[in-house]
């Protein structure tokens, strides 16, 4: 059975683990936890002068709603006036303008104030 692609990003995000209870009644305990991860996508190489697409729609938050994203540059190559544009969407772009790594954040936050961040590195070649 196929399922929506939000259902799955939902049941991957669900942690599922079992454990069996030797207190007690000596039953069986389920618990799971429900986490908000960030996914800012796979480090990648690019061309200088070439725009550069950031996805981070298969970050998930669970049973919750990812309400905010925010990219933003942890770090540029010397020199570099490279922006983000938009940065409050769930993807966003940059045009490369000297060679080396740019390394990218992504956060995400959910409806319930939890959140994640993810990184990825952009390595510009060329003049």
Do not use: H
């Not at 725009?51 to 938050?61: A, I, P, Y």
């Not at 925010?70 to 490279?82: D, I, K, V």
């Amino acid at each position: 059975m196929e399922y929506p692609g939000a259902f799955k990003r939902i049941i991957g995000a669900v942690s599922l683990s079992l454990a069996v209870l030797t207190a007690g009644c000596g039953g069986v305990g389920f618990s799971f936890s429900i986490s908000t991860v960030a996914d800012a996508g796979p480090d990648r190489d690019a061309q200088v002068g070439a725009t550069v697409t950031l996805n981070g729609s298969d970050s998930s938050s669970g049973w919750n709603l990812i309400v905010s994203y925010q990219w933003s540059f942890l770090s540029r190559p010397a020199g570099s006036t490279a922006t983000l544009r938009p940065t409050l969407l769930a993807s966003a772009v940059f045009v490369p303008d000297v060679a080396g790594p740019y390394q990218v954040m992504l956060q995400v936050i959910d409806q319930a104030g939890n959140s994640s961040t993810s990184t990825v590195e952009i390595r510009a070649s060329g003049t």
